[in-house]
């Protein structure tokens, strides 16, 4: 993906109104619903946005909403794009490198995320402190364009620390019991082995999932703050009986209200 397409695909967006966004969030697999609560909404379908691809799975909607929550400026992606539907790295990551064109200083990205950690309950919330990027991938392999980031970027905080502490004070007001920890991406689409759990486990996970990793990359490549909530929808490979999509949907609806008065909250305080 070039510098001339992500001009091309944002200034298609500002055309449709999409003018001085200040946070970008990615919701994730069942988690899309907070972007109907926006006011005064601009939805405009992945579709229609040149050179962004078209999300294909169950669950997720597929269109970026623009409009005010919260008394935030936003632009939610409802749905994402991830690197096993066969898009490649840069395509899956291209829509933060279009948000950052339009302006956002910050993004929240969010996950359904198994968990890794003994400490965690299916529906628990947790805060991403850190990431380990296991995708084999790297969505900054190639010609760098010393535009949109530097050749070698510092990935010592990907996950704001300010942020955290914000968003750890929010959850404690608003008697939510957030956990946190490293999220460990995978590239999917298979749900890990029972043996690749135990090794998460050994390398520091804490959760296990297929997406975020990319964008965070590119996010911190493009100097934007990040923030990161995974909600734990099941306990990972060999920790539970078997893992399902069904089961992942079905919990990311349970804990729904919980998550988008949470998030609400956080936009207020960054
Ligand atoms: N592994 C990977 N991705 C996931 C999981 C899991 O257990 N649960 C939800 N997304």
Redo the contacts with the bound molecule.
Sequence with gaps: MTYEQLVEAATFLKDKGFVKPEIGLVLG?GLGDLADEISNPIQVSYSDIPYFPSSTVKGHKGQLVYGELNGKIVIAMQGRFHFYEGYSIQEVTFPIRVMKELGVHSVGLT?????VSFDFTPGDLMLITDHINFTGQNPLIGPNDEKEGPRFPDMSQTYDREYQAKIKEVAKRLNVDMKEGFYMG?S?PT??TPAE?KMARVLGAD?????TVPEAIVARHAGLRVFGISC??????GMQSN?N?EE?VEVTQRVNQTFRNLLKEILKEI
Excluded at 111 to 115: D, I, K, L, Q, V
Aim: aromatic share 8%; hydrophobic share 50%.
């Design positions: 697999s996950n359904a995320a198994g968990g995978f999917g749900y890990e759990i959760a296990v999932g297929m997406s734990i929808t099941n306990l990972a490979a893992l999509h992942v």
